[in-house]
């Protein structure tokens, strides 16, 4: 058998890019579709799941991104290599229509093996996420930024066109039974494995419609899942998260994040507050001691930690619904090296003393603080079904950075 196509037949190498092809996409299809399953499950309060549930999902997530990656290469391989051998021609191009839902039915796949893996890809580099791509050449792509946006987009874009993937698919698969089975002719035949006699097609000459019927297709499914709002952020339904009202304040903070790292099966996922106040009064003392107050309140509803936003907010973790803030009230110290906050944090009505360490620059009323802290989620019963580290370590770390003007 020749590695090379010829005008009537493909090569070993076509048949290998297909047959490989095929059996990824049957492999990665369901694993995304059980795992997405699973994720809903764990998601949903009314419905039981464990840590093994968890570590489960991610496993099968970390799967399918992997084999996704390997289709991307493999497309892309098996396009240059179509695009440098001649194509057999269609035995049925005589049937006009037939022949031409068969090369629309091509371009559309061709497409969707670039495309699907593709805007999966950005979705995951995208994603403050726990379910990495198992190789080592890193998680993050170039100029692709950690933005939920970004991620909403692509995760939609990345199912709307994995739909015109299965159609096509399903197609596909129809026709070529269809060539074998009905029409008993060797369009089937002339893909399988090994070498046999096969007729010369008719000459014909390859229309670029059906590339562009392809092209239609696409527009009409990415239109349809704009419409159904596909690429933009859902409602956070029972998670909503209502907007904290202002405070009033010494020192007005202008601009500042508030963020957690938390440790989920080995990897670090980050996250933070969008909607939170302080009140502070400061006073700069010229020894060490008492230099003021700070009143802070988060909304919980606010958080966006990756792929895990929905849990973290659950019944079992935050508990949005039940417990929609969260305070931190404290007395603000001068040390000998820096400065610290100490006081009471509560988060489920769980209250516990904590000092946050933090460094300030204060210059011509505007300072600049940064600090970070370190809790163990248990002491406020957040993530109690989870009472190893398994699968969610116990540390969280919360960063804290702002900068503040002095009111007049």
Known sequence: ?????STHSYGGVSKTFHWLTALLILTALPIGWFATRLAHAIEDPAIPTTPEDLQQAAQLFSLHKTIGVTVFFVALARILWAISQ????????????????????????????????????IHHAATEGFAPILWPFGQNLPFVPKSPALA???????????????????????????????????T?????PGRVEL??????????????????IWAMALGIGWFDGAYSAHPAGDHASAELDAVQSDWQVQEGTLGITITQLG????????????????????????????DVTVAIGSLTIGTVTQQALGADFFDSAQFPTAKFTADLFKTDLAYEARGTLTIRDKSMDVVLPFELDLQDGIAKMQGALELNRLDFDVGTSQPTEESLAFGVTVNVELTANQGQ
């Open 188 to 192: 089937l035949r002339r893909m399988l």
């Open 267 to 294: 990897s670090p996922v980050t996250g933070g507050f969008s909607d939170w106040t302080a009140a502070i009064t400061f006073d700069e003392p010229a020894e060490p001691g008492p230099a003021g107050t700070v």
């Open 199 to 216: 007729p010369e097609p008719p000459q014909q000459w390859h229309s670029p419609v059906p590339a562009l019927a392809a092209l239609v």
């Open 86 to 121: 001649p194509k057999p021609g269609l035995l049925n191009a005589d049937n006009k229509p037939e022949a031409f839902a068969a090369e629309t039915v091509h371009w559309l796949l061709y497409g969707s093996l670039v495309l699907v893996p593709l805007t999966g890809w």
């Open 152 to 186: 909403e987009a692509t995760g939609g874009l990345h199912f709307v066109l994995m739909l015109v993937l299965v159609g096509a698919l399903v197609l596909h698969i129809a026709g070529a039974l269809k060539h074998h089975v009905i029409d008993k002719d060797s």
């Open 1 to 5: 058998m020749s590695l090379a196509n």
